[in-house]
């Protein structure tokens, strides 16, 4: 008998804290909808996926394409303080963002994907922030042999792009970016695995390369 009134106590208190935990949800819901024409869009899509996702378990929870986008960047704006705001928050894991940066495909020479996106960007941009510089760099990486599954082709051999390939082992990246003179703003436009550090006439064919792109595509 004891045992029928603990059970029964049990389930009320259950009960109680499922309805009272619904409640909650209900009224942060409204409160954010009502914030949301004084946040801007990234803030409360911020809020929204935080409260939607705080009632799950870690494994149930979900979250959209731009909420992840979102957590990229912050991720990649400072990793620490990413694994911060996820020990407060409910925010995906690296794994999971790791598994959106792998479905962006980035070969080799001049990528014609960020091209596309820059082109769409600048319409909306002043002629002061249109302005900025071509700058590249070169950096040691570790020689190592991958197939890629998705394009069928083993990467980690010297790879100059629409030049061409070698049977050589790259063990130098050289990178262009762009960089934004009145607006800080850094993108990368193209990449080359080399061997050893690049010749000097090597970066002279691709700095009339990469400005031959912007013509083309009207950036």
């Known amino acids: ?8 106590l049990c389930k009320l208190r259950k009960k109680h804290r499922a309805k ?8 942060t819901v409204i409160l954010i909808q009502s914030l949301s024409s004084s946040l ?10 935080v409260v939607r996702n705080s009632k799950h378990e870690p494994k149930g929870r979900r979250w959209s394409y731009k909420e992840k986008v979102l957590a990229v960047s912050i991720l990649k704006r400072s990793p620490r303080s990413y694994a911060f705001l996820r020990s407060l928050f409910p925010l995906p894991s690296r794994r999971t963002l790791q598994s959106l940066l792998n479905a962006v495909q980035f070969r080799t020479g001049i990528n014609a994907h960020v ?7 600048v319409q909306t941009m002043s002629v002061k922030d249109r302005m900025c510089c071509l700058m590249f760099d070169e950096m040691s990486i570790r020689e190592h042999l991958h197939f890629n599954q998705k394009i069928d082709c083993i990467e980690g051999f010297e790879d100059l792009g629409r030049h061409g390939r070698t049977s050589n082992i790259a063990n130098h990246a050289l990178v262009f970016m762009l960089r934004g ?11 080359y695995l080399i061997r ?9 064919i691709f700095l009339r390369e990469v400005p031959e792109a912007f013509k083309m595509q009207d950036c």
Not at 40 to 49: E, G, I, M, Q, Y
Not at 196 to 204: A, G, L
């Open 1 to 8: 008998m004891i045992w029928t009134r603990e059970s029964a």
């Open 20 to 27: 009272k935990l619904k409640d909650v949800f209900h009224w």
């Open 40 to 49: 801007n869009v990234d803030t409360s899509r911020f809020l929204a996926s």
């Open 115 to 121: 091209f596309s996106i820059l082109k769409d960007t």
């Open 181 to 191: 003179l009145h607006k800080k703003r850094k993108q990368s436009v193209a990449l």
């Open 196 to 204: 050893r550090t690049t010749k000097c006439e090597t970066p002279v």
